[in-house]
């Protein structure tokens, strides 16, 4: 077949010559009720080959202000019936793309992108759906999302807009599924990019047009792609295309999608200059979910002045899902201080982060009920010239470095109304940790309101019902001891001595005075003696519990809390 043109619903595509081997055209057969048998999506179960193939395809399209010309290479599709293209392959493929970007200030401008691929190799093409989309809307059968094409392929990705350079070793997919729309896609196409200002329009045909935007967006099924080694070359903002290059590289990306649920991954990524760089080995966001955010924004862009001024922008919130970073490395140079001399030695920044892990689930109101947040080994070392007092106490205790970590992790018990104190921890290598965890009652959705009114008389009606501390040396007091000794000329033995002659004295008197203390004092006296791991619970012996009002009355004499409490404390 020579000199062919297809004219489509957003361009052309063309090929001077085209093979197309045992080709076979089914007769017409009587449409569902309701339908066209001659229809394109029909003509095109109708059609079916064995094999066709063109040395060059060249697809050109006009999307808003976007124009782009694609052309592949030797193209072949195989396997074609039922409106299906069993595999296909291309042996390379090119992009020559004209659209209006941002530039740094935001400004939009005109930009010129080429862009290549080498072998593009994928199977089950689903054509007569694909062609649904943009000629039908969804039926009564159309209620799931339905597989569009299979496993994908696509090697040796390049794009540049000549300033800045991107590349990926491979793309790949293992399908994508879509939902048939409300109304033919290329309608929606139609008016959405008739549509120049639409600050121009009435609330009511604003909101439509949102509406329409979001269609698509709720095409998407279950589909996932995959971007192996990513490469990017571009130019610092602040010294433009002459100066120093940032280069970044990633080993692995992965998103999964389905309609407003997102999951996406990283693995492998390093980014920096000539004066440094920043390396993170993993990175996810899983159960992302911004349905509330669409629902929202679908219902302010029908507002007037008047209405957006009542709107509850918690409603634009999105669950946040749970996040993680792994295998963080920075090592840069300081910035420069302008109104400061520069150091001989440049200063860096340098620090590590094993893991960091956040969870922000369970919203209510846009709010999380449900907190979890863990820090794991955040290293930084001890300059051995910095004048700051925390790394100058740490020099004096020989620490090269000082790893932090940190947990929260909290949750409302909605159906009992509690707050549940899961873990409130900090520790520290070589030093020891401390933690808490309780329990809260009259924790209700006053609280998750945002109106302050309500959350602060909710205040009054907190209850705290147990609480427990453990606090666990593992060089804390060695430590706290040796930096007294040295900064008031005392042996270690001596302050150690000191401090439990003083321990001994003083807190057995407190515990004389105050009898239901006697338990929590000899663990406390054993712990400074022999420092391991120290563990006091006190709960509330009233079936209030211990309310805002208790602590008012006790602000002049806490030691009244204490007819009110059961206190409960070991130390191994």
Same mark, same amino acid.
Request: net charge negative; charged share 25%.
């Given at each position: 077949?020579?000199?062919?043109?297809?004219?489509?619903?957003?361009?052309?595509?063309?090929?001077?010559?085209?093979?197309?081997?045992n080709?076979?055209?089914?007769?017409?057969?009587?449409?569902?009720?309701?339908?066209?048998?001659?229809?394109?999506?029909?003509?095109?179960?109708?059609?079916g080959?064995?094999?066709?193939?063109?040395?060059?395809?060249?697809?050109?399209?006009?999307?808003?202000?976007?124009?782009?010309?694609?052309?592949?290479?030797?193209?072949?599709?195989?396997?074609?019936?039922?409106?299906?293209?069993?595999?296909?392959?291309?042996?390379?493929?090119?992009?020559?793309?004209?659209?209006?970007?941002?530039?740094?200030?935001?400004?939009?401008?005109?930009?010129?992108?080429?862009?290549?691929?080498?072998?593009?190799?994928?199977?089950?093409?689903?054509?007569?759906?694909?062609?649904?989309?943009?000629?039908?809307?969804?039926?009564?059968?159309?209620?799931?999302?339905k597989?569009?094409?299979?496993?994908?392929s696509?090697?040796?990705v390049?794009?540049?807009?000549?300033?800045?350079?991107?590349?990926?070793?491979?793309?790949?997919?293992?399908?994508?599924?879509?939902?048939?729309?409300?109304?033919?896609?290329?309608?929606?196409?139609?008016?959405?990019?008739?549509?120049?200002?639409?600050?121009?329009?009435?609330?009511?045909?604003?909101q439509?047009?949102?509406?329409?935007?979001?269609s698509?967006?709720?095409?998407?099924?279950?589909?996932?792609?995959?971007?192996?080694?990513?490469?990017?070359?571009? !130019? *610092? #903002?602040?010294?433009? %295309?002459?100066?120093? $290059?940032? =280069?970044?590289?990633?080993?692995?990306m @992965? +998103?999964?999608?389905?309609?407003?649920?997102?999951?996406?991954?990283?693995?492998?990524?390093?980014?920096?200059?000539?004066?440094?760089?920043?390396?993170?080995?993993?990175?996810?966001?899983?159960?992302?979910?911004?349905s509330?955010t669409?629902?929202?924004?679908?219902?302010?862009?029908?507002?007037?002045?008047?209405?957006?001024?009542?709107?509850?922008?918690?409603?634009?919130?999105?669950?946040?899902?749970?996040?993680?970073?792994?295998?963080?490395?920075?090592?840069?140079?300081?910035?420069?201080? !302008? *109104? #400061?001399e520069?150091? %001989?030695?440049?200063? $860096?920044? =340098?620090?590590?982060?094993?893991?960091? @892990? +956040?969870?922000?689930?369970?919203?209510?109101?846009?709010?999380?009920?449900?907190?979890?947040?863990?820090?794991?080994?955040?290293?930084?070392?001890?300059?051995?010239?910095?004048?700051?007092?925390?790394?100058?106490?740490?020099?004096?205790?020989?620490?090269?470095?000082?790893?932090?970590?940190?947990?929260?992790?909290?949750?409302?018990?909605?159906?009992?109304?509690n707050?549940?104190?899961?873990?409130?921890?900090?520790?520290?290598?070589?030093?020891?940790?401390?933690?808490f965890?309780?329990?809260?009652?009259?924790?209700?959705?006053?609280?998750?309101?945002?109106?302050?009114?309500?959350?602060?008389?909710?205040?009054?009606?907190?209850?705290?019902?147990?609480?427990?501390?453990?606090?666990?040396?593992?060089?804390?007091?060695?430590?706290a001891?040796?930096?007294?000794?040295?900064?008031?000329?005392?042996?270690?033995?001596q302050?150690?001595?000191?401090?439990?002659?003083?321990?001994?004295?003083?807190?057995?008197?407190?515990?004389?005075?105050?009898?239901?203390?006697?338990?929590?004092?000899?663990?406390?006296?054993?712990?400074?003696?022999?420092?391991?791991?120290?563990?006091?619970?006190?709960?509330?012996?009233?079936?209030?519990?211990?309310?805002?009002?208790?602590?008012?009355?006790?602000?002049?004499?806490?030691?009244?809390?204490?007819d009110?409490?059961?206190?409960?404390?070991?130390?191994?």
């Amino acid at each position: 077949v020579k000199s062919i043109d297809i004219e489509v619903p957003t361009g052309k595509i063309s090929m001077d010559d085209a093979r197309i081997e045992n080709a076979v055209f089914e007769r017409p057969k009587p449409a569902p009720t309701g339908g066209n048998s001659n229809s394109l999506p029909r003509r095109l179960e109708r059609f079916g080959a064995t094999r066709i193939s063109t040395p060059a395809l060249t697809f050109t399209q006009s999307v808003a202000a976007t124009e782009q010309t694609t052309v592949y290479k030797n193209l072949a599709l195989s396997d074609i019936a039922g409106g299906r293209i069993g595999h296909y392959s291309i042996e390379s493929g090119s992009y020559d793309i004209k659209m209006k970007l941002p530039d740094a200030e935001g400004a939009m401008k005109d930009s010129h992108i080429v862009a290549s691929t080498g072998t593009i190799a994928g199977e089950s093409i689903d054509v007569a759906y694909l062609a649904r989309f943009y000629t039908e809307k969804a039926g009564p059968e159309d209620k799931e999302a339905k597989p569009l094409y299979g496993p994908l392929s696509i090697r040796a990705v390049t794009l540049t807009d000549g300033t800045a350079h991107f590349s990926y070793d491979e793309i790949r997919s293992d399908g994508f599924a879509a939902r048939m729309p409300a109304e033919p896609l290329s309608e929606t196409l139609k008016a959405l990019t008739a549509t120049q200002n639409p600050d121009e329009l009435s609330p009511q045909a604003r909101q439509a047009l949102f509406a329409k935007a979001v269609s698509i967006i709720d095409m998407i099924g279950n589909s996932n792609i995959q971007l192996i080694g990513f490469k990017i070359d571009v !130019p *610092d #903002e602040k010294q433009g %295309a002459a100066g120093k $290059r940032v =280069k970044a590289t990633i080993d692995r990306m @992965d +998103m999964k999608m389905d309609s407003r649920k997102l999951d996406i991954g990283m693995k492998g990524m390093s980014i920096g200059d000539e004066d440094g760089k920043m390396e993170v080995a993993e990175a996810s966001l899983t159960g992302f979910d911004w349905s509330s955010t669409l629902k929202g924004m679908s219902d302010i862009v029908g507002l007037d002045e008047s209405e957006m001024e009542t709107f509850a922008f918690n409603r634009l919130i999105p669950e946040f899902g749970r996040m993680h970073l792994g295998g963080i490395n920075v090592d840069f140079a300081a910035p420069e201080n !302008p *109104d #400061e001399e520069a150091p %001989a030695k440049p200063e $860096r920044i =340098k620090l590590s982060l094993k893991n960091f @892990d +956040m969870g922000l689930t369970k919203p209510y109101n846009g709010i999380p009920t449900d907190i979890e947040i863990r820090q794991e080994d955040l290293t930084l070392p001890v300059p051995a010239d910095s004048q700051e007092d925390i790394f100058v106490q740490a020099r004096k205790l020989g620490l090269e470095t000082l790893a932090v970590s940190y947990g929260l992790s909290a949750g409302w018990d909605e159906p009992n109304s509690n707050l549940v104190i899961r873990d409130i921890s900090l520790s520290s290598k070589d030093i020891g940790s401390i933690k808490f965890s309780g329990l809260a009652s009259g924790f209700t959705e006053e609280f998750f309101s945002f109106d302050i009114n309500r959350a602060q008389a909710a205040l009054f009606g907190l209850a705290g019902r147990e609480l427990t501390l453990t606090v666990k040396d593992e060089g804390l007091v060695a430590k706290a001891i040796k930096l007294y000794a040295l900064e008031n000329n005392m042996s270690e033995d001596q302050v150690r001595a000191m401090l439990t002659l003083v321990a001994g004295m003083m807190l057995p008197q407190l515990a004389a005075d105050q009898p239901k203390l006697q338990n929590a004092v000899d663990a406390l006296v054993k712990f400074i003696s022999k420092p391991g791991t120290l563990t006091v619970t006190v709960k509330s012996t009233g079936a209030n519990g211990l309310g805002m009002f208790d602590l008012i009355a006790a602000s002049d004499n806490p030691m009244l809390l204490l007819d009110k409490v059961d206190i409960q404390a070991t130390a191994e």
